[in-house]
């Protein structure tokens, strides 16, 4: 019988295992190590250790070709494939039983001791009129494909994201660590960053009209700005024609700014302005659109956060490396090259590349614009190299 229908639960803890043996359930135990050396949307290249064996194996997705093609190596040829490895090797003990007669696994993880129920089923319609006990507890059903592969890429933490939790952080802490879990979704995770980008915003706005500083004026401004961007690339997330019409009030915002400092500093102008009643409306409204999560969600807020972002980093490279190449001082360089630095600044961490890392410290840690262009343009080629690297490892969230 060939099992090609899974369902997978989470389980709170080692409780249902415990029990099952108790009752005399026989297990088979198997210790597993898992990593990746290469993932695309048509083809993965996985290596795995089995009690002592190792094995490679490519997976193809294709329904002509044969799916997977497994080939036993030895413990030397395993190590050496582990340096190539893509993000973080998975670790787990798989407990494998019968369940109704089905083939079941419990499967816990070493490192974050999460424990996973799966169960294998011959047709989609006997998984679909399945029902577990409630003596299992089961936290919750996954309704994604849950594999190493997954797990890879996006991570166990399978806790409920708790949204207003983030909130009350951001809103105690100024300082604030941008770390997400991989399992977030892009409406949930685009709402945490705008916040926590308009509490800064809000922070400047209150010492630039009460110090009067120049500073804090073009901290308020940079704060709108990157809103502006961030809306400008989540159409798809949020209500197009509300996200439209947010965005081009804090681009105004901006522009109006800009022109006050241009003319001779007129901060006086600059006062009147961030005192007006407009912006104390968009403020309003701009609130009202970040915390309410019903009516105004768009028809990608379910995508994973991780896998939109890593999307998003790309394009923005490609585009900077464009626009460099054409013509450096025109508007659409300028455009690309302020939305690169949102993404470096905040989610360069949030992917465990390591050219990525690199091309941040190497070329974009200066305050100085001008200092990151004339280096850019000095190291042209390495720049260029690390971009394709990088392009290469984000590719791997594309369509999984």
């Not at 409920?160 to 977030?184: H, P, T, W």
Request: hydrophobic share 40%; aromatic share 18%.
């Amino acid at each position: 019988m060939v099992y090609e229908i899974q369902k997978n639960f989470l389980l709170p803890d080692t409780t249902l295992l415990k029990n099952l043996q108790e009752d005399g359930i026989l297990f088979k135990i198997h210790e597993l190590e898992i990593f990746y050396t290469k993932i695309t949307y048509s083809q993965s290249v996985k290596f795995k250790s089995l009690d002592g064996f190792y094995y490679k194996i490519i997976e193809t997705n294709d329904k002509i070709l044969e799916q997977n093609q497994e080939e036993q190596i030895s413990k030397k040829e395993f190590e050496k494939a582990r340096k190539k490895s893509i993000g973080k090797g998975i670790k787990k003990k798989r407990y494998e039983f019968k369940f109704c007669s089905l083939k079941s696994f419990i499967e816990v993880y070493n490192k974050s001791k999460i424990c996973i129920l799966k169960i294998f089923f011959p047709t989609l319609d006997e998984a679909n009129r399945f029902i577990l006990p409630y003596e299992f507890k089961i936290q919750k059903e996954f309704d994604y494909i849950l594999d190493s592969k997954f797990i890879t890429l996006y991570g166990c933490d399978f806790e409920q994201i708790n949204i207003e939790k983030y909130f009350k952080s951001i809103e105690k802490n100024q300082v604030f660590d941008l770390k997400f879990s991989g399992l977030i979704n892009a409406f949930e995770g685009y709402r945490i960053f705008l916040f926590y980008l308009f509490k800064k915003l809000k922070f400047y706005w209150n010492l630039a009209l009460d110090k009067k500083k120049e500073e804090y004026f073009y901290q308020f401004i940079s704060y709108a700005d990157k809103i502006n961007i961030i809306l400008s690339d989540t159409e798809e997330i949020f209500d197009k024609n509300l996200n439209t019409n947010l965005s081009l009030r804090f681009q105004e915002i901006v522009e109006k700014s800009n022109i006050f400092f241009q003319n001779d500093k007129n901060i006086e102008a600059l006062l009147l302005f961030l005192s007006s009643e407009n912006l104390q409306s968009l403020f309003s409204d701009f609130d009202f659109f970040i915390k309410e999560n019903s009516f105004y969600e768009g028809s990608q807020k379910d995508k994973l956060f991780k896998q939109i972002l890593a999307d998003e980093f790309r394009k923005k490279l490609i585009f900077f490396k464009k626009n460099l190449l054409k013509n450096f001082e025109n508007e659409k360089f300028s455009r690309s090259f302020s939305g690169l630095l949102i993404f470096l600044e905040y989610f360069c961490n949030f992917f465990d590349i390591k050219p990525l890392n690199k091309l941040n410290e190497k070329f974009f840690l200066f305050k100085d614009r001008e200092k990151i262009i004339v280096k850019i343009i000095k190291k042209r080629e390495k720049f260029f190299k690390l971009i394709s690297r990088i392009n290469r490892e984000l590719k791997i969230y594309k369509g999984y």
